[in-house]
């Protein structure tokens, strides 16, 4: 049989002789920590994220400004829409000719107010007046060209002149609205119209206006009586 070996000898050192240099011993079982490479964060996205938040906060401070100066504008000014109507209508000549055709001659008063009291407005050249009767185009003249201050009220005189086509129908369908004293007449105006802001005019834009009349007569050096009338207008810009 063998015999087991003897078993090893230990021999305690004290930490002083173990460690001379050291104050303090090392920890059991110390071990170095493994060291990673450090890499700088990219900084792209951080960016990018700024420069966005540095713009929705310039965009809302933008339209915050301009709202505040838009509503004192419009508190200062107090823009109104301008009203047009016709007063009148006046029958110079209105003449049935032998081969079916028709002379007329109007004279129809408009009235424009402005009822604003630091906005004014300029009337174009460019502007038609027409009479119409049963889609047939009566007689057809201009507006005058002006400027209309604040707060103002102009009455135009406007002469319409035309010479249409009136058959049998028509004169038929005229005759029995002369007999009952009702004769529907509609009056079409268009005007290229300017917007002034103290001394500066804006932008142009057209104005439409379309009067539905209903007078008792057209006949010549005779007044006629407006009995009815509906006014609309439109603007376009």
């Known amino acids: ?15 002083n002789q173990y460690y001379p240099n050291s104050a303090y011993p090392p920890p059991a079982y110390h071990r170095k920590a493994p060291h990673y490479p450090y890499y ?31 509503f004192s504008m419009y508190h200062f000014y107090d823009p109104k829409i301008p009203s047009y109507k016709v007063e009148g209508l006046t029958v110079k000549s209105f003449d049935i000719q032998p081969d079916f055709s028709l002379n007329t001659e109007f004279e129809v008063t408009v009235r424009a107010e402005n009822p604003n009291k630091n906005i004014g407005f300029i009337y174009g050249k ?11 185009n009566l007689c057809s003249g201009k507006l ?17 002149k035309g010479k249409s086509e009136f058959g ?8 029995n609205n002369r007999n009952s004293h009702k004769i529907p007449l509609l009056v079409k105006v268009k ?8 001394e500066i005019p804006l932008r142009e834009f ?28 439109n603007i376009v810009f």
């Open 1 to 15: 049989m063998y015999a087991s070996p003897p078993p090893p000898h230990y021999a305690m050192l004290d930490n």
């Open 40 to 70: 700088r964060r990219n900084s792209c996205l951080s960016s990018c994220c700024r420069c966005i938040c540095c713009c929705f906060c310039f965009l809302f401070f933008l339209i915050f400004i301009l709202g505040i100066l838009f």
């Open 126 to 136: 460019d502007s038609t007046v027409d009479v119409m009767y049963s889609d047939t």
């Open 144 to 160: 005058p060209a002006f400027e209309q201050g604040h707060e103002n009220v102009t009455i135009m005189q406007v002469d319409l």
């Open 168 to 175: 049998s129908g028509l004169q038929q369908a005229f005759m």
């Open 191 to 198: 005007a290229p119209v300017s917007v002034v802001i103290g």
């Open 206 to 233: 057209k104005v439409y206006v379309n009067c539905s009349l209903l007078v008792d007569n057209l006949s010549p050096n005779k007044d006629s009586h407006i009995l009815s009338k509906e006014t609309t207008f």
